[in-house]
């Protein structure tokens, strides 16, 4: 098969780029939505947002936002199961931006399908749905989430190889979202005034808000020059003891240390909860949290950070998030 190139001529309008975000309705679809509008609405440029989502899940055609020639979001019901009706989507568009969630089915069938989509209709650029830490960095098993966006990454290389295709895919790797700290499950226990941990107390770990994540994965998706394999970034790099330091500046309430368990015994613990409690078919059991535990507490995190890539980006740290959240629990 010849070797596919972006083709600008494509566009419904000339001078109009196209940006296709698949899973439009999700949290993360709507920011980077939001932010695709906000960035082109700055730049002056003519942008078409096409926003996918399953069907029932919004109408056909729904805009909502500027006319042709301006930005505008348009939100698009889909079969993702239908190669023919992603690769309408997908005609002319600049990049596709996946931000699908689910297990197998969607994050390397559906995934594939639009990467196959995007290659058809001249794509220059795929974001996959990745979003978390740099997993390839991680020693093979040690999440099963990751295992599964892994497996996405291989079959794109033979996609891309197989189509002698020039498109770009570029992932994104922010770490954790700083908003779960305000859980009370992620290193912050606000109930007990705690810190908790596994392994070490000084193990660095990375946090990106929501926000500053679809900002970025904006910024990607419309950029103009090429993109490497994958980019990360962090609002925020902490260790457990400067979260503890952190939270009481924030508060002025003293947070306490608290070790739950060695790495290796997180390991086991992970081991027995997956025998009790299986739970294949879901997409968060009990024990795969663990695992995303598991890997912060390896203190794998990148050498280097691809922040200053687009420097009109005004990072946030986690202290709105940790007082909010506090002044929550004291109600």
């Known amino acids: 098969m010849p070797k596919k190139e972006y083709d600008m001529n494509r566009v419904e309008h000339p001078e109009e780029l196209i940006i296709v975000v698949a899973g439009a309705n999700g949290k993360t679809g709507q920011l980077v939505c939001k932010s695709l509008l906000s960035r082109a609405r700055a730049a002056g440029q003519s942008l078409l947002v096409r926003g996918l989502v399953r069907?029932?899940?919004?109408?056909?055609?729904?805009?909502?936002?500027?006319?042709?020639?301006?930005?505008?979001?348009?939100?698009?019901?889909?079969?993702?199961?239908?190669?023919?009706?992603?690769?309408?989507?997908?005609?002319?568009?600049?990049?596709?931006?996946?931000t699908l969630q689910g297990l197998d089915e969607v994050l390397v069938n559906v995934q594939s399908r639009l990467l196959q989509a995007a290659i058809h209709g001249g794509v220059r650029r795929f974001i996959p749905s990745d979003y978390s830490i740099d997993f390839t960095m991680l020693p093979r098993g040690t999440n099963r989430n990751f295992e599964i966006r892994?497996?996405?990454?291989?079959?794109?290389?033979?996609?891309?190889?197989?189509?002698?295709?020039s498109i770009q895919f570029t992932t994104i790797f922010q770490g954790a979202y700083t908003e779960l700290l305000s859980s009370s499950r992620v290193l912050l226990d606000f109930g007990q005034r705690r810190v908790?941990?596994?392994?070490?107390?000084?193990?660095?770990?990375?946090?990106t808000t929501w926000a500053d994540t679809a900002e970025y994965t904006a910024a990607v998706a419309l950029d103009a020059?090429?993109?490497?394999?994958?980019?990360?970034?962090?609002?925020?790099?902490?260790?457990?003891?400067?979260?503890?330091?952190?939270?009481r500046r924030v508060t002025g309430t003293d947070f306490a240390l608290k070790r739950m368990a060695s790495v290796?015994?997180?390991?086991?613990?992970?081991?027995?909860?997956?025998?009790i409690k299986p739970g294949k078919s879901e997409a968060m059991p009990g024990w795969v949290g663990m695992q995303y535990a598991l890997g912060q507490s390896l203190g794998v995190i990148p050498g280097r950070l691809d922040?200053?890539?687009?420097?009109?980006?005004?990072?946030?740290?986690?202290?709105d998030v940790i007082r909010r959240a506090f002044e929550d629990a004291a109600k």
């Open 55 to 98: 069907a029932g899940k919004g109408d056909r055609n729904a805009s909502n936002t500027g006319n042709a020639g301006e930005q505008r979001l348009i939100i698009e019901t889909v079969d993702f199961a239908s190669s023919d009706d992603l690769r309408r989507v997908c005609a002319g568009a600049h990049a596709v931006v996946s």
């Open 150 to 165: 892994l497996s996405f990454h291989n079959e794109a290389r033979r996609i891309i190889k197989e189509t002698e295709s």
């Open 196 to 207: 908790i941990y596994f392994g070490s107390p000084d193990t660095r770990m990375d946090f």
């Open 225 to 247: 020059s090429s993109t490497p394999f994958k980019l990360c970034i962090a609002g925020a790099r902490l260790t457990p003891r400067e979260v503890q330091q952190l939270a």
């Open 264 to 275: 290796n015994g997180l390991r086991l613990l992970i081991k027995l909860m997956r025998f």
């Open 307 to 319: 922040n200053d890539r687009y420097p009109d980006i005004r990072w946030h740290g986690p202290e």
